[in-house]
């Protein structure tokens, strides 16, 4: 009787038939955003095959009246002139973007964890995120504002506020100030907001430890490096590997907004390329091709990215 009874202990609870129905509902919140998904996510995947055909906009929306011509779109690009130009401009941008970005959300982050004031931490927390929420025309047009050699250019003001006879710089009419530009852009629009999950990881880290660490006299810095670092791993490694895999896309509405007619030429990475050659020029095939080429080393990336973080420290996506 005492083994049966036990038995009967152990055996887990059946839900109640309104237990069950109340997560059948909490379900229905997916729906829109599983559809909405599935139309902006996956339905476009189904157009990738016009980059294996000279397609014709005016023979059918889906394409089955233009011609197949195989790889020859993949070809085109891969012996155009601009070719290896624009991958090694694009693998530039994102290298040297990922390198000054990567690490500002982190290093944030911890700046806000060290806060005591609760009321002056969510101030700082919550007016950092605002810049996430503006749009990139927005933000091209206050730097062009700030950088501009008129009167109202900020930065010529100061600069000649400190040396009267400095000359004005156009700097936005130069393709060399033109990666500062996106990385300090990037840094002031994106800190703010990426330094959400590293806070909500840090919250996940076990009092107990801090506390254990001070009574046994380590230091603020040593409970950062032995205690916080490790914590924010995991995080870390999955961030990575979707910025690794992003090496050769950059950002589209950074990119393009921030440019201009007299520097365009000597700025453009494969995704303005991309918009130019098939929506201004109407190349869609080509530009079909030379999208999903960058799709398709964008997944390789990601997946290699992906094992190696998992082979060093189990930690991925997959």
Same mark, same amino acid.
């Given at each position: 009787?005492?083994?049966? #009874?036990?038995?009967?202990?152990?055996? &887990?609870?059946?839900?109640?038939?309104?237990?069950?129905q109340n997560i059948k509902?909490?379900?229905?919140?997916l729906v829109p955003a599983m559809v909405l998904t599935f139309i902006f996510s996956y339905l476009p995947m189904f157009s990738n095959y016009i980059a294996f055909l000279d397609y014709d906009f005016n023979k059918g929306w889906f394409g089955f009246g233009s011609e197949f011509v195989g790889f020859d779109n993949f070809a085109k690009f891969l012996t155009d002139h601009k070719f290896y130009t624009l991958i090694g401009r694009t693998l530039l941008?994102?290298? #040297?973007?990922?390198?000054?970005?990567? &690490?500002?959300?982190?290093?944030f982050a911890l700046l806000l964890n060290e806060l005591r004031g609760e009321r002056f931490k969510r101030i700082v927390q919550t007016t950092s995120y605002i810049p996430h929420f503006v749009s990139w025309v927005t933000v091209a047009g206050l730097f062009y504002m700030f950088l501009t050699v008129d009167a109202t250019g900020i930065i010529n003001n100061l600069r000649q506020l400190i040396d009267p006879a400095a000359e004005r710089i156009s700097f936005m009419q130069d393709a060399k100030n033109f990666l500062p530009v996106l990385v300090i852009s990037e840094v002031w629009k994106e800190t703010g907001w990426g330094t959400i999950l590293y806070l909500a990881a840090l919250t996940s880290i076990d009092p107990q430890q801090y506390e254990a660490a001070q009574v046994d006299g380590a230091s603020r810095w040593q409970r950062l490096m032995y205690i916080t670092l490790p914590g924010l791993i995991p995080t870390m490694c999955i961030l990575l590997i979707f910025s690794l895999s992003g090496l050769l896309a950059t950002n589209f509405d950074q990119v393009f907004n921030l440019q201009n007619k007299m520097i365009r030429l000597d700025t453009d990475t494969i995704g303005v390329y991309t918009y130019y050659q098939g929506l201004v020029s109407g190349q869609y095939s080509y530009s079909a091709a030379?999208?999903?080429?960058?799709?398709?080393i964008s997944f390789i990336l990601i997946m290699a990215t992906n094992y190696t973080t998992k082979r060093l420290s189990n930690v991925g996506i997959i």
């Amino acid at each position: 009787m005492a083994m049966s #009874t036990s038995k009967q202990n152990v055996r &887990p609870k059946k839900r109640s038939g309104l237990q069950t129905q109340n997560i059948k509902i909490l379900y229905l919140f997916l729906v829109p955003a599983m559809v909405l998904t599935f139309i902006f996510s996956y339905l476009p995947m189904f157009s990738n095959y016009i980059a294996f055909l000279d397609y014709d906009f005016n023979k059918g929306w889906f394409g089955f009246g233009s011609e197949f011509v195989g790889f020859d779109n993949f070809a085109k690009f891969l012996t155009d002139h601009k070719f290896y130009t624009l991958i090694g401009r694009t693998l530039l941008y994102s290298v #040297t973007m990922m390198i000054a970005t990567f &690490p500002a959300p982190l290093i944030f982050a911890l700046l806000l964890n060290e806060l005591r004031g609760e009321r002056f931490k969510r101030i700082v927390q919550t007016t950092s995120y605002i810049p996430h929420f503006v749009s990139w025309v927005t933000v091209a047009g206050l730097f062009y504002m700030f950088l501009t050699v008129d009167a109202t250019g900020i930065i010529n003001n100061l600069r000649q506020l400190i040396d009267p006879a400095a000359e004005r710089i156009s700097f936005m009419q130069d393709a060399k100030n033109f990666l500062p530009v996106l990385v300090i852009s990037e840094v002031w629009k994106e800190t703010g907001w990426g330094t959400i999950l590293y806070l909500a990881a840090l919250t996940s880290i076990d009092p107990q430890q801090y506390e254990a660490a001070q009574v046994d006299g380590a230091s603020r810095w040593q409970r950062l490096m032995y205690i916080t670092l490790p914590g924010l791993i995991p995080t870390m490694c999955i961030l990575l590997i979707f910025s690794l895999s992003g090496l050769l896309a950059t950002n589209f509405d950074q990119v393009f907004n921030l440019q201009n007619k007299m520097i365009r030429l000597d700025t453009d990475t494969i995704g303005v390329y991309t918009y130019y050659q098939g929506l201004v020029s109407g190349q869609y095939s080509y530009s079909a091709a030379v999208g999903l080429f960058q799709g398709v080393i964008s997944f390789i990336l990601i997946m290699a990215t992906n094992y190696t973080t998992k082979r060093l420290s189990n930690v991925g996506i997959i």
